[in-house]
């Protein structure tokens, strides 16, 4: 998909679209990017920085077109992921073996941390939110985290500023 506004996915989760839904309403003037790769956000970082980003890991960069992030806030040097249970734990989604569920767990763990590595390569701000399945996705929650999460992203950035 190329880089864009926010729009509704058919097959998002109901967390993701339900925060889809919020976002437009917690940052309404934002340009929210979803699901957008993560070799189009480094992309979108070198553009934004004009400087070229010092990768270290060229396996992460040629394997980074299959990752998405769910929305990328590029105003704020944001990505956010919306994680549900499968990201912690082994979970027999549609029946499958326990261990069909275990390997899946392994590999998405693998890949939460390739998406890590890739924000803080680019120097951006990750912010991940954990819905469970049981779990309705609650709007108040949601904002009061992710304002509390640029709240403190935002002082450690002025305290880096005032040592420099």
Not at 49 to 60: D, Y
Not at 108 to 125: A, H, P, T
Request: net charge positive; with cysteine.
């Amino acid at each position: 998909m190329p880089l864009g506004r926010l729009k509704n996915q058919k097959n998002a989760s109901r967390g993701h679209s339900s925060a889809g839904q919020y976002l437009k309403k917690i940052l309404p003037y934002a340009n929210i990017l979803q699901e957008v790769s993560y070799k189009d956000l480094m992309k979108l970082a070198y553009k934004k920085s004009r400087t070229a980003p010092e990768l270290q890991n060229i396996f992460l960069m040629n394997s980074s077109s299959h990752m998405r992030a769910d929305w990328v806030i590029p105003d704020l040097d944001l990505v956010i992921e919306i994680n549900g249970e499968q990201h912690f734990e082994a979970v027999r989604f549609g029946g499958i073996s326990q261990d069909e569920a275990e390997h899946r767990l392994l590999a998405q763990s693998f890949l939460d941390k390739k998406k890590k590595l890739c924000v803080k390569e680019i120097g951006w701000k990750l912010f991940e939110y954990r819905v469970l399945h049981n779990q309705e996705f609650l709007y108040a929650d949601f904002k009061k985290s992710l304002n509390g999460f640029l709240h403190s992203k935002n002082r450690m950035i002025e305290k880096n500023d005032e040592k420099k």
